[in-house]
């Protein structure tokens, strides 16, 4: 079942020379085709800057000295659906998987990725680490259950990039915390799929929490942000919790932030994961400044950009980070795929630092365990030990390669969906041609003479100049 894989590609190159003044290097990713066994063509080429300027040029304005934020990185998130099929395959494709996922020099480089507290959406079932009611004390705590699945999926990530960063949210506390005493089934009892609001309940979950990041450390597994709840506003059938902005920060303040101190625990405590769907929460926190201060950040998903602008006119100093990429249904096709620039550079250029993809791997079915259906980067087919490396993953994969932690977003001008950063010396400006011809792209620095490249059809490209 070995199969060859470098990074995620075939790279197909010609003669790499030294970049002189007048030249342009141009990767580029055709957004088409098949992915037998995962290998993905790149081509790479050089150009002098003498393509013939047609009608229609692209034109991009780069400004390298108008500086945003520094950029920390792409990665995905964990499950136990995933995990699962992750340890099916023979421990030789599984170190293939993770290399072409998590390796900085011969993968997509994840650096910055998603974990849950207990069960997720794509968990095989709900669960939770308490599973025995009233266990104020957390006497019977126990991660037992993830030791076969997500936990040895974390640590082969760990062992292929120690210095990814990870957070981790819960979808519901255990199910004898809540009104309901359910995790799942929140669609049908709104009005109870909540947090008790007790303090011995609030001291219990503190305890849940701290007792969470230690037992991971204890397996080699750093948590370093915790969000104290995955899509506050939800009430699903699928694990969740309503939860307001009032008790999170009453929580927070008064219990877990006390507890992780006793405990000497530094993982950094964030507001969310907020979405907007009903509810402006993540502008109500940035908007009262008592409550913000108790957070580390705020962490957001499906949050349209004039959203986004208004939290951070209102909270300019807080730190902020995505936490979840589109999700879709579960059809993993190139259509799909070819949006994925558009839905990141939605939250890039308006002052995200990251992009964290949602499920990185699922079995054959692409099922959660509440029957409903969602892409991943990779599918694992748990009877034949096949891998599927889907177009996302080729998508995300590529312009991970390039918005890598430490990147600095600048300034541009385009009339189309452009990221530009610099790093190490060079200009990265990814681009996308939709169209069915190939595409002159016209690039300035600042008052230089601007040079023009072409870009394939129907391809996702960077394009790298000197800075």
Known sequence: MKRSFSLLIVLVLSNMI??????????????????????????????????????GTHKIKLYPNVEFQTLEGFGGA????????????????????????????????????????????FGIDAYSY?????????EHFSIAREESTVIPYLQQAFQKNPDMKLFASPWSPPAWMKYSGLMDQGEDFPEKNKLKDESKIYEAYALYFSKYIQAYADKGITVDRLIIQNENDANTKYPSNDMSVAQMSKFTKNYLRPQFEKDNIDTEIWAGTFRTHGRLDAIELAGSKENSALFDGIGIQYTGAVYINQMKDLAPNVHYM????????????????????GEISSYINNGIPNYCYWNMILNETTESGWDWKQNSLINIDRQTKKVTYNPDYAVIAFMSKYLVPGAKRIANYAKEDVISVKYNGKLYVLVQNKNEKSQVYECQIGESESKKVEVPNQSLAVIILND
């Open 78 to 121: 964990f499950n136990e659906i995933g995990g699962e099929a992750l340890m099916v395959l023979p421990k030789g494709l599984q170190d293939e998987v993770m290399t072409n996922l998590f390796s900085v020099k011969n993968g997509a480089g994840f650096s910055f990725s998603r974990t849950a507290v207990g069960a997720s959406d």
């Open 18 to 55: 030294m970049l002189a003044q007048n030249q342009i290097e141009v990767h580029a990713l055709k957004l088409s085709g098949e992915m037998p066994n995962g290998k993905l063509s790149v081509n790479k080429q050089l150009s002098k800057g003498n393509a013939i300027t047609k009608d």
């Open 322 to 341: 995505h936490t979840e990429g589109r999700c879709e249904n579960g059809k993993n096709t190139w259509g799909q795929a070819s949006k994925r620039l």
């Open 130 to 138: 308490a599973e025995k009611a009233d266990d104020y004390n957390m």
